[in-house]
């Protein structure tokens, strides 16, 4: 694992980084699966396909707000950094696990 110098600049770049993201996302070709689930209408398959757009759509609403905040938390703690980077640690360790599927959690 690479280590990570604690700056201000640093955390700027990387909510910089972070930012581009969301855009990086919406450029992105949409899953467009319903006219396959059109064709396969009636079946197991047909129908999970035809949720399948509306799932891809919440994803990327989801992944474009997380990417957002987090950029703007990386940004905070550039503003408020105070030669040392405990404060910084503390914030961005309450940050909950974007993986966990459950808010709040570790």
Not at 83 to 88: Q, S
Request: glycine share 10%.
């Amino acid at each position: 694992m690479t280590a990570l110098e604690v700056t201000p600049d640093n955390l700027r770049k990387l909510a910089g980084g972070l930012a581009l993201l969301p855009k990086d996302i919406n450029d992105m070709v949409a899953l467009g699966a319903q006219p396959v689930a059109d064709v396969l209408k009636g079946s197991g398959v047909g129908t999970a396909l035809g949720r399948s757009d509306g799932i891809d759509t919440t994803a990327r609403a989801v992944l474009e707000a997380r990417f957002n905040t987090f950029s703007g938390l990386l940004v905070l703690s550039a503003d408020k950094y105070n030669n040392h980077d405990e404060d910084v640690a503390d914030r961005l360790n309450a940050v909950a696990d974007l993986n966990s599927g459950t808010p709040g959690k570790k």
